[in-house]
């Protein structure tokens, strides 16, 4: 990270001896006198006036103080300042740049907060999460998130800001990026094959990575049938679960921004109040059969095909619509995977 300047400040103590600390935080450069027993927490706030870091337990049980130290997620109430010598350091302010960071965002868009006091060490804690798994299940966020608690919100709108996070993030990296060729695809390894794919079958990066086993292929509808049999292969525990991560069509409710995308290709984010009401009553009637949402490959649909395929749907045995379920996310990873390969 660029050094912006070199500042040099006083922290603020108990008269013992005091111990010299070079530090960057947020891309700037510090040189502090600090005392053996000041916490990296009080640092931050007391010295450098960061007070996105919040204080609260002050035991590392709740994670409002959570920053990165070296690139890793800590507590900062419990890391001695002397400790962070010579190391750089991100904090709430340093994670948007020119503007929000998508996490940011997502925690604005999907209502990840009340009083907002807990914020800023989630918004820490998921975007070490996702630095390293891009595409991480629900369970995976949940785990990311034991440390950070919050009593006002029910963490509802938590996860599905993380989840709207990772679509935001994916879609951006799309958009960014040229289509990749088949090629390209072969030379990967199994980390940038699944940061690159992972996402093609909704939250479920497994698929990708049991497919980089079979590389290379000879063509992207090659890879596609690998992926499908990949699936089809899979216990049928996992291959609802794969059901499950999907949004439910029409509600507006835990939707992907990829899924959004999708959606709203066929008018689905412009339902009037009655249409909204019959497709929510639909998918609540069709996920107490089946215990999974209703999928299908929107592409091409109308609100009208959709909403006569999910009153058709309904009245199917478990057996068929399980199969048409998994046929329909096949048809799903092959439109997602023409956007991103040639």
Known sequence: MDVKENNQVEAHGPQNPQINLKVEVNGVNYQLQVGPADRLVD???DAMGLTGTKISCEIGRCGACAVHLNGKLVNSCLVM???????????IEGVAEEELHPIQSAFLEEGGYQCGYCTPGMIMAVKALL?????????QIQEALSGNLC???GYGGIIRSVQRAVSSLREKQVKSSPRLSIEEVN???????????????EHSPWVASIAWESLPFKSREELLQNMVLVVK?????????LLRAHPDLGTRLQISEVSQKEQAGVGLDRLSKEEHREFVALNQRYVEQFSFPFIMAVKGKTKDTILAAMQERVGNTYELEFQTALNEVYKIAGFRLNDVIQ
């Open 43 to 45: 640092i931050l706030r």
């Open 131 to 139: 630095d390293k798994n891009p595409d991480p299940t629900e369970e």
């Open 187 to 201: 030379q990967m390894n199994k980390d940038e094959f699944v940061n690159s794919l992972g996402w093609i079958f």
């Open 233 to 241: 292969n899979a216990a049928e525990a996992l291959q609802v679960t």
């Open 81 to 91: 300042a002397y400790q962070a010598n010579d190391s750089s350091i991100c904090t």
């Open 151 to 153: 009593r006002c919100t």
